[in-house]
């Protein structure tokens, strides 16, 4: 007994990631092992107690003929969160593998969050199936966060809320949360509603068990409390989390009736997703690629972008050709400018990086305006001169020309002013044209600084070698 009684548990020594956070592979091929085998005991005693993120990471190392067995093998044990930590392509091919039934049975155990979130991909038909399966009062809270728009607070929103009456007492309230069974599993705080369920106000967790039973809970309202419109863009919201320090927030529909929470682990995901968005934006990548997509897929999704980029690269060759007749006399002219326009590209793009992360956090406005500008415009300019004189001496000892080496060092400091320029412009001006700046800024921001690179340097070659 005593042995028993001090054996280790086997859940909580087993490895699930390695050093380096992935999951650990030989977990997966023990998984794999008993899918393959059909083994629902072993299935049982690796998964148990798995957290959703490591089963979801463990689903995607999986085989794709694989992940919906195993889901089916555990039944009732596989907890269906875990599909909320996967890639949209993985858990789109997962569901469609699963009958309706299974799909409602596994989103039924759910918060209203994570049930949408699963869900919001279906097609109407197989969403329509899913619904139809669970009871109505469980088909009525899911459709109205389906209802709301996608990337808004309504969709993203739990709608099992704990909203109590003005009038009741400390006393009432507590033992309301100790005896009702259905209560969202987390909360950080009470809401206050009236009788026709428009929000009052909140009341905090350690206020609440600070104060003694016969306290009515009128008097420990939090009423200037951030509240949340269902319709609200979440970006916004996230921005309204990390600006207040919030922890949740109460949502509430156009007439002012409660609908709602918002918390933090869900605006946790709409941050790292919107983070996610600008980097793949910034790339030319498109924003909903993922690393489980198929490879016809990306191939579409990237040719487009590059394309569109090798149109605006004709562009600057067009310029070059203007002066075809100096390049022909001066190899030299075709061996320096790549690297005028190249370093421009550079400069502007830092310039727009800072330029699209702060429009995009709401950071840059009418009221720093300038002095952001200024501040670009000043970097460019001594950066400008550095690199001036760096590259000046360079030519000038490569090719023995000091005139050369005088042309590129101005065209130099050209290039990187109206780098700096273009960065900031381009991004403000699709901003104001409700184009996503971090979509396009990047090739227009190329093209100009190409096009001026190539105009300056073999412009400025022109009038001082006497090339016309």
């Known amino acids: 007994m005593v042995e028993a009684e001090n054996a280790p548990d086997e859940s909580a020594t087993r490895r699930i990631r390695d050093e380096d956070g992935a999951i650990d592979p030989v977990l997966v091929e023990q998984v794999s092992q008993a899918v393959l085998l059909s083994d629902i005991t072993a299935l049982r005693g690796i998964v148990a107690d798995m957290h959703e993120a490591d089963l979801g990471a463990l689903l995607e190392a999986?085989?794709?003929?694989?992940?919906?067995?195993?889901?089916?093998?555990?039944?009732?044990?596989?907890d269906f969160t875990a599909l909320t930590e996967v890639d949209d392509t993985v858990r789109e091919e997962i569901l469609e593998e699963l009958s309706a039934e299974a799909v409602a049975e596994g989103?039924?155990?759910?918060?209203?969050?994570?049930?949408?979130?699963i869900l919001e991909d279906l097609n109407e038909a197989d969403k329509q199936e899913v619904l139809d399966k669970l009871t109505p009062?469980?088909?009525?809270?899911?459709?109205?966060?389906?209802?709301?728009?996608?990337?808004?607070?309504?969709?993203?929103?739990?709608?099992?809320?704990?909203?109590?009456?003005?009038?009741?007492?400390?006393?009432q309230t507590i033992d309301f949360l100790r005896d009702t069974a259905d209560l969202p599993d987390r909360f950080f705080e009470i809401f206050v509603a009236d009788p026709a369920h428009h929000f009052v106000g909140t009341v905090r967790l350690d206020r609440l068990l600070r104060n003694r039973r016969p306290v009515v809970i009128s008097e420990l309202l939090e009423e200037d409390r951030r509240v949340v419109e269902a319709t609200d863009e979440l970006e916004d919201v996230a921005r309204l989390f990390q600006r207040y320090n919030l922890v949740a927030a109460p949502v509430v529909d156009a007439t002012g009736r409660l609908v709602g929470v918002l918390t933090i682990d869900d605006i946790v995901d709409v941050i790292e997703e919107a983070a996610d968005e600008d980097v793949k934006q910034l790339g030319g990548v498109n924003p909903d690629e993922e690393l489980s997509d198929p490879v016809r897929k990306i191939i579409w999704s990237r040719f487009s972008w590059l394309f569109v980029n090798l149109m605006t690269s004709f562009l600057a060759a067009a310029v070059m050709s203007l002066f075809e007749n100096q390049l022909a006399k001066v190899v030299a002219l075709a061996i320096l400018a790549p690297i005028v326009a190249s370093q421009g590209g550079n400069a502007a793009t830092q310039t727009m990086t800072v330029a699209v992360r702060a429009l995009a956090t709401q950071e840059l406005g009418a009221w720093n305006l300038r002095r952001f500008f200024t501040r670009e415009l000043i970097v460019g300019l001594v950066n400008g001169f550095g690199f001036a004189v760096i590259t000046g001496a360079i030519a000038a000892a490569w090719f023995g020309s000091a005139g050369l080496g005088a042309v590129i060092a101005i065209a130099m400091v050209v290039t990187l002013i109206s780098a700096a320029v273009a960065g900031v412009l381009i991004p403000l001006v699709l901003d104001k044209l409700d184009i996503d700046p971090a979509i396009a800024s990047g090739t227009f921001v190329t093209t100009v600084t190409d096009v001026v690179g190539f105009f300056a340097f073999l412009g400025i070659a022109t009038l001082l070698l006497g090339l016309a």
């Open 62 to 78: 999986l085989d794709a003929d694989e992940r919906p067995r195993l889901i089916s093998l555990l039944g009732a044990d596989f």
């Open 107 to 117: 989103v039924r155990e759910l918060d209203t969050d994570d049930a949408v979130y």
């Open 137 to 171: 009062s469980e088909r009525i809270a899911l459709q109205q966060g389906l209802d709301y728009p996608e990337d808004t607070a309504g969709r993203r929103m739990q709608s099992e809320v704990i909203a109590v009456p003005p009038f009741w007492t400390v006393g």
